[in-house]
C-alpha cells in the first residue's frame, strides 16, 4: 500500500488548505484512516481521523472546528480541509490508513495505524 499525501504549501494566517492522500496497491474503503502532523522539534501527533463510511469523525481540539476530514471511497482518497489556519499548525502533515478493517470506531493512537504517507508541508506564516 503506498499513501501520497500533497497540497501542503505556504499560507498566511486566517487562510485555508486542502490536503489530499490518495491510496494505491490495496482498497482502503473498509479502513480507517487519519492525518497526522509534527512540527520541528515537537512529537508527531493526532489531527483528525475517519471511520471508513465517513459517518465518524475525531479531530484533536486544537484543530477541532477549523478542520474537517473527509473521505471518497470511490477515489480510494482522503482529505483534510483547514481553514481558519494559525502559525502553530505549521508542521509536515501525514495520512495514515489502519490496515485491518474497522467499524465505526477511530483510533487515535500513531501505533493502530499501519500505513504512512511521505507527508506534505505545511507553512501558516503570522
Known amino acids: 500500500v503506498q499513501l501520497q499525501a500533497s497540497g501542503g504549501g505556504f499560507v498566511q494566517a486566517g487562510g485555508s488548505l486542502r490536503l489530499s492522500c490518495a491510496a494505491s496497491g490495496r482498497t482502503l474503503s473498509r479502513n480507517v484512516m487519519g492525518w497526522f502532523r509534527q512540527a520541528p522539534g515537537k512529537e508527531r501527533e493526532f489531527v483528525a481521523g475517519?471511520?471508513?463510511?465517513?459517518?465518524?469523525?475525531y479531530y484533536a481540539d486544537s484543530v477541532k472546528g477549523r478542520f474537517t476530514i473527509s473521505r471518497d471511497n470511490d477515489k480510494n482518497t482522503v482529505y483534510l480541509q483547514m481553514n481558519s489556519l494559525k502559525p502553530e499548525d505549521t508542521a509536515v502533515y501525514y495520512c495514515?490508513?489502519?490496515?485491518?478493517?474497522?467499524?465505526?470506531?477511530?483510533?487515535?493512537?500513531?501505533?493502530?495505524?499501519?500505513?504512512w504517507g511521505q507527508g506534505t508541508l505545511v507553512t501558516v506564516s503570522s
Open positions: 495514515a490508513a489502519v490496515g485491518r478493517i474497522s467499524g465505526s470506531y477511530v483510533y487515535t493512537e500513531g501505533s493502530s495505524y499501519d500505513y
Open positions: 475517519i471511520n471508513w463510511s465517513g459517518s465518524s469523525t
